[in-house]
C-alpha cells in the first residue's frame, strides 16, 4: 500500500523559514517524480515545485522560484521542500505527491498518482 505522509508544517512569521518533508512508502521510490502541491481556502489546488527521479530535474511555480527548493533523498525515501522567505500568501494546506508514469515534473494535478493528506502551513506578519 503507497503512503505519503508529510510533515514541518506550522507557523512561521513572514521572512521565516520551514522545511517540509514527505515520507514514501510502498513504491519504487526511485521511480518516482515527486511534486509538491498546495491549497489555500476556497482556491484551487496549485502547484508549488516537482523534482524528478534522478533528482537532477527541478520544476518551480513563478510563486516558488528564487524561495523555495525541492530535494530528495533516497535512501530515507524522503523529499524536502525547503521554504525560505516565507508570506502570509504562502499560507495553505501543502500536499506531497507522486508520479509514477513520467520522469519529471509535471505541474498539473492529474499527472500524479498517490497523495499525502497536507500539512498546513500558516505564515504570519
Known amino acids: 500500500q503507497v503512503h505519503l505522509v508529510e510533515s514541518g508544517g506550522g507557523l512561521a512569521q513572514a521572512g521565516g523559514s520551514l522545511r517540509l518533508s514527505c515520507a514514501v512508502s510502498g513504491l519504487t521510490f526511485s521511480r518516482a517524480a515527486v511534486a509538491w502541491f498546495r491549497q489555500a481556502p476556497g482556491k484551487e489546488r496549485e502547484f508549488v515545485a516537482a523534482?524528478?527521479?534522478?533528482?537532477?530535474?527541478?520544476n518551480y511555480a513563478d510563486s516558488a522560484k528564487g524561495r523555495f527548493t525541492v530535494s530528495r533523498d533516497d535512501a530515507a525515501n524522503t523529499v524536502y521542500l525547503q521554504m525560505n522567505n516565507l508570506k502570509p500568501e504562502d499560507t495553505s494546506v501543502y500536499y506531497c505527491?507522486?508520479?509514477?508514469?513520467?520522469?519529471?515534473?509535471?505541474?498539473?494535478?492529474?499527472?500524479?498518482?498517490?497523495w499525502g493528506q497536507g500539512t498546513q502551513v500558516t505564515v504570519s506578519w
Open positions: 505527491t507522486a508520479d509514477l508514469r513520467r520522469h519529471c515534473c509535471g505541474s498539473l494535478w492529474d499527472e500524479y498518482d498517490y
Open positions: 523534482i524528478s527521479w534522478s533528482g537532477q530535474t527541478r
